[in-house]
């Protein structure tokens, strides 16, 4: 396995020692090649993204990256010119982000007996965050801000089409649309209308919608009901935030973007960013990005591994302080001797 690695800024790197740590107990040959890509290169050479890097990136049979952003450049910079440029150059469209209340997690909730396991499936390359806008009349008081949400037929029928597949292969065959079809009358309407077709595909997964207003207070009253979510790309930034709060903080939760048709490789990422609050002291989770590369694999078909990744989390979470879990590089070693003694015992 050829893995690209962008560790990235803030606490990325520190996640990613950890990550790499545990990968390695599982797939000790992987060749890894890591780029510096993030901040330190953007004020050394004022480079993002290189051509020449986008070219080698795409060689690799996937990509582990911690995250983007820092308080010394721009807002946006970052993410919008290496973060969202690797995921529409690479055709990032399904941005996977399962959330599961792990046993002996605790989680903000009162009711703590709630089996919460759902799967966001959130578009990854249109909506809002197409780059579609502009300002007009800069600097006058009469200033105008568009961003224009993209909305294709084409775009939304491949990961709504994913979607439901996945909801298909899930005990609860269920799917929720996320959107605001109350407001946003035209890529409500689209968005409907291709959840209803493809439905007709896939005649024994039940189907509900729910506006993304009152999702949230569903995440928190009654997370329990969501199985499967589709949802755009803003909605499903917002909601898997949250999503990750109610199950146990966003220190736990993992991503995917994929390219389902394998043309490119697909990029695997903690949910969170690059939590500059908290970097350098060794205050991160890195399970998030443990997580990921337990997605990763498993999108790669090294079921196995993945497996052994994710139940190696789970007995951490069921057994650590959840005062104290631990250092950064703690729970990195945790799960890299978890990891290694399920491998001694099969388990
Ligand atoms: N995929 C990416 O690269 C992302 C990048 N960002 C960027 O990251 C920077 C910081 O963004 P924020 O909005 O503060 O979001 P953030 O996700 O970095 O942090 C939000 C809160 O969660 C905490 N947190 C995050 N990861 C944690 C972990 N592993 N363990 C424990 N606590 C954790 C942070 O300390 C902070 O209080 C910004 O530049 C933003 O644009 C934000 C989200 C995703
Ligand atoms: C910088 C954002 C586009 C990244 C983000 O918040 C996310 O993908 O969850
Ligand atoms: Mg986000």
Do not use: C
């Not at 409500?188 to 009152?214: C, F, K, N, Q």
């Amino acid at each position: 396995m050829r893995l690209a690695v962008i560790p990235g800024d803030g606490i990325g790197p520190e996640v990613i020692t950890e990550a790499l740590k545990v990968l390695g107990e599982v797939a000790p040959s992987v060749e890894t090649t890591t780029y510096d890509l993030g901040a330190s290169r953007w004020h050394a050479t004022g480079e993002l993204l290189p051509e020449s890097v986008l070219g080698e990136l795409r060689q690799h049979d996937a990509i582990l990256l911690g995250a983007v952003g820092d308080p010394t450049v721009p807002s946006g910079i970052l993410e919008r010119g290496l973060l969202l440029r690797l995921r529409f150059e690479l055709d990032h469209h399904v941005n996977l982000r399962p959330a599961r209340l792990y046993p002996g997690v605790r989680g903000p909730l009162a009711d703590t007996s709630a089996e919460i396991d759902m799967v966001v499936v959130r578009e990854g390359t249109e909506g809002p965050y197409a780059g579609n806008g502009g300002l007009l009349r800069k600097d006058t008081e009469h200033e105008i801000a568009t961003e224009v949400s993209v909305n294709t037929a084409f775009g939304i029928r491949r990961v709504v089409a994913d979607a439901f597949k996945r909801a298909q292969e899930r005990p609860r065959k269920h799917l929720t649309l996320v959107h605001k079809t109350n407001v946003l009358l035209h890529a409500g309407s689209l968005w409907s209308r291709i959840v209803e077709e493809v439905s007709l595909e896939h005649p024994d997964v039940t189907v509900a919608y729910s506006h993304v207003d009152a999702a949230t207070i569903h995440l928190v009253t009654d997370p329990a009901r969501f199985d499967v979510i589709v949802t755009d790309n803003l909605f499903g930034d917002i909601i898997t935030d949250l999503a990750a709060a109610v199950t146990g903080g966003i220190g736990l939760a993992a991503s995917g973007n994929l390219d389902i048709t394998r043309r490119n490789p697909s990029m695997f990422e903690p949910v969170h960013g690059s939590a500059p609050d908290i970097a350098g002291q060794g205050l991160a989770d890195p399970t998030a990005a443990v997580l990921s590369v337990s997605l990763l694999l498993d999108h790669l078909g090294q079921r196995e591994s993945a497996r052994r990744i994710e139940a190696s989390v789970a007995f951490d979470l069921a057994t650590r302080d959840q005062n104290n879990p631990g250092s950064t590089h703690a729970i990195g070693d945790r799960l890299a001797a978890l990891v290694s003694s399920n491998a001694r015992t099969g388990s």
